[in-house]
């Protein structure tokens, strides 16, 4: 059986462009149940540990940084195939490779600041969803 859970953040980039209702709109069109949402700004530490995959990676001081850098909005999806879905809805990691219509082509600036995160495996979007937000923030399936 499909996961149907995804996790995602409309990242600073995003947020301080104003886009945050488009982003939001666009997805919930796609066919994305909200079930949990928060508007926050991370810092350092919890940035490093969210990336902690891409520790080794040379862009990540920067990637910290710019994660760290304003508010973002966290949000818990659910949708039939959630993860493969909506990293079709948000297009590739470089905003100038991304399908037209993708969230990151039209939102997007940069390979950095490419708007939108999207988990990229179940196991991952269950450990994301579970990191900022309580089962006590996540709307019940049973109401
Ligand atoms: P995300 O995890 O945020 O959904 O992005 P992704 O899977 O498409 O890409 P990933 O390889 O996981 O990279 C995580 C984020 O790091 C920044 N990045 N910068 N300067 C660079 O070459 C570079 N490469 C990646 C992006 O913000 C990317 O989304
Ligand atoms: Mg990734």
Redesign the pocket.
């Known amino acids: 059986m499909n996961t149907i859970t995804t996790f995602t953040?409309i990242?600073p980039d995003a947020v301080r462009a104003g886009h945050i209702g488009a982003i939001l709109d666009d997805i919930i069109k796609a066919g994305f149940k909200l079930v949990a949402i928060k508007y926050m700004q991370l810092n350092q530490d919890t940035a490093g540990i969210f990336?902690q995959?891409?520790k080794e990676?040379?862009?990540f001081k920067?990637?910290v940084t710019?994660?760290s850098s304003g508010p973002i909005v966290a949000a818990v999806l659910e949708k039939e195939n959630a993860v493969e879905d909506f990293?079709k809805l948000?297009g590739?990691?470089?905003p100038s490779k991304a399908e037209p219509g993708t969230i990151r082509a039209k939102y997007a600036s940069?390979?950095?600041?490419?708007a939108?995160?999207?988990?990229?495996s179940n196991e991952n979007a269950d450990i994301e969803a579970s990191f900022f937000f309580s089962g006590l923030e996540r709307h019940p399936d049973f109401l």
């Not at 940069?110 to 490419?114: A, C, F």
């Not at 939108?116 to 990229?120: W, Y």
């Open positions: 953040m990242k990336y995959v891409h990676r040379p862009f920067d990637l710019f994660m990293r948000i590739a990691t470089d940069s390979i950095q600041e490419n939108v995160h999207g988990s990229d």
